[in-house]
């Protein structure tokens, strides 16, 4: 398996405002991905941030909107863009260490829009 | 894509007693099918996992059963504990690192 952090843990922000959220892995992995939960709701997949080289994004989400940073193999960041309270929700950061599509998720980071 | 469909959306049981939660899923070339348990306020932990060459797989009071033919797949929790509840998620994966995951079922253990 592999620790992941992630920073901040939670935040309120304005609406129209940005935030950065942090991934940090203990481990050098390949695979990265970054997923929305929004309230009393499933995960769904953002985009897979890719190491040197741009995230793939899934259908409905931009990179307008989320812009993502993969600087190393053990780092990562999300931004939530242009905020409205419909971003309202838990961003997940998860790790493919290797092991044949098994994924491991940080604590998450809940964010509310005002 | 792959759509996964998760029964019951809650489950309440008496501790000691089972729960069985149990996923479907569309794409027949599927292969990994993952559970993942969250707590409140934190990220969501893997339980268990199989893959599609294998029909049950146990982990103590865990165990997971697939019927390929079918097309899907079931979480079976025994002698229930308070620290069971929590929200369980299926997911469902063709190999291309993409979770496709269920809606959620939460349990709740009655002591």
């Known amino acids: 398996s592999a620790v992941i952090s992630q920073k901040p843990s939670r935040d309120i922000c304005q609406r129209g405002t940005s935030l950065t959220i942090q991934c940090q892995v203990d481990?050098?992995?390949?695979?990265m991905f970054w997923y929305r939960q929004q309230p009393g709701q499933s995960l769904t997949l953002i985009a897979t941030a890719n190491q040197g080289s741009e995230a793939t994004y899934e259908s409905g989400f931009v990179i307008d909107k989320f812009p993502i940073s993969r600087p190393n193999l053990t780092f990562s960041t999300l931004t939530v863009s242009n905020m409205s309270p419909e971003d309202s929700s838990i961003y997940l950061c998860?790790?493919?260490?290797?092991?044949?599509?098994?994924?491991?998720f940080g604590p998450g980071t809940r964010l509310t829009v005002l | 894509g792959e759509n996964v469909e998760q029964h019951p959306s809650t489950l309440s049981v008496q501790e000691g007693d089972s729960a069985v939660i149990k996923c479907t899923y569309s794409d027949s070339a599927s292969n990994y099918f993952p559970w993942y348990k969250q707590e409140l306020g934190k990220g969501p932990q893997l339980i268990i996992d199989?893959?599609?060459?294998?029909g049950e797989k146990k982990d103590q009071r865990i165990a997971v059963t697939l019927n390929k033919t079918a097309k899907h797949f079931s979480l079976h929790i025994t002698e229930t504990q308070p620290e069971d509840s929590a929200v369980y998620f299926c997911a469902a994966s063709r190999g291309d690192y993409k979770l496709s995951f269920g809606a959620g079922t939460t349990v709740t253990v009655r002591a």
């Open positions: 481990s050098q992995v390949t695979m």
């Open positions: 998860s790790v493919e260490p290797g092991a044949g599509d098994t994924q491991y």
């Open positions: 199989i893959r599609s060459n294998v």
